[in-house]
């Protein structure tokens, strides 16, 4: 598993409120990234981060942010959840000795 | 952006036959090409990767081709098991300024009978 644990595992929120995923690694990898998974589409890049405090966006961004304060753990949150954020979020890790990302085991969240 | 087509959507296929599923890519710069597996419940788990400087690279039953002048390449799965049933999905990297970022196929739902 890379070392990498998200939490919660599921999650069921209402509408409009504010929700907070977390990733956790222990070996020290610098690459971080959060993707969403949905029937029909693959999994598609949300956020990432190259380090503590360097994040960008990726290809689904709106209605996300994030937060790396420190090299382990890797924050996605949801401002204002809504119903189309209900999905399976991926967290993953990339090891940059040989480009090969690997990851979490997933949270899944549905927005009532 | 690079834009990655996955077919079959789902196959089904017999204890011992092969098994094989395409992916085409629009992005020429494109230079790394990984494979997942996932299992119901799990995140995807790399199973073989082959990168933009080698045609074809194999691990035990599992190979994957790539042709890069037609930007395409294939999973290959030979003597298909049971516990080779899960959801396959092909992803591409690009490299540069999208270092580690990979574009994901829809993903092909492959079902092993016994």
């Known amino acids: 598993d890379a070392g990498i644990t998200q939490s919660p595992r599921h999650k069921v929120t209402e509408t409009g409120t504010p929700v907070t995923l977390r990733c956790h690694q222990t070996e020290n990898h610098r690459y971080m990234y959060w993707y969403r998974q949905d029937p029909g589409h693959g999994l598609r890049l949300i956020h990432y981060?190259?380090?503590?405090?360097?994040?960008d966006k990726g290809e689904v961004s709106d209605g996300y942010s994030v937060s790396r304060s420190k090299t382990e753990d890797f924050l996605l949150t949801l401002e204002s959840a809504t119903s189309s954020q209900t999905s399976v979020y991926f967290c993953?890790?990339?090891?940059?000795?040989?480009?090969?990302?690997?990851f979490g085991q997933g949270t899944r969240l549905t927005v009532v | 952006g690079e834009n990655v087509e996955q077919h079959p959507s789902t196959l089904s296929v017999q204890e011992g036959d092969s098994a094989v599923i395409k992916c085409t890519y629009s992005?020429?710069?494109?230079?790394?090409f990984p494979w997942y597996k996932q299992e119901l419940g799990k995140g995807p788990q790399l199973i073989i990767d082959?990168?933009?400087?080698?045609g074809e690279k194999k691990d035990q039953r599992i190979a994957v081709t790539l042709n890069k002048t037609a930007k395409h390449f294939s999973l290959h799965i030979t003597e298909t098991q049971p516990e080779d049933s899960a959801v396959y999905f092909c992803?591409?990297?690009?490299?540069?300024?999208?270092?580690?970022?990979?574009?994901f196929g829809q993903g092909t739902i492959l079902t092993v009978h016994p």
């Open positions: 992005d020429s710069a494109s230079n790394y």
């Open positions: 992803a591409v990297n690009a490299g540069g300024t999208s270092y580690g970022k990979l574009t």
């Open positions: 981060s190259y380090g503590v405090k360097d994040t």
């Open positions: 082959i990168r933009s400087n080698v």
């Open positions: 993953a890790i990339l090891q940059e000795q040989n480009t090969e990302a690997f």
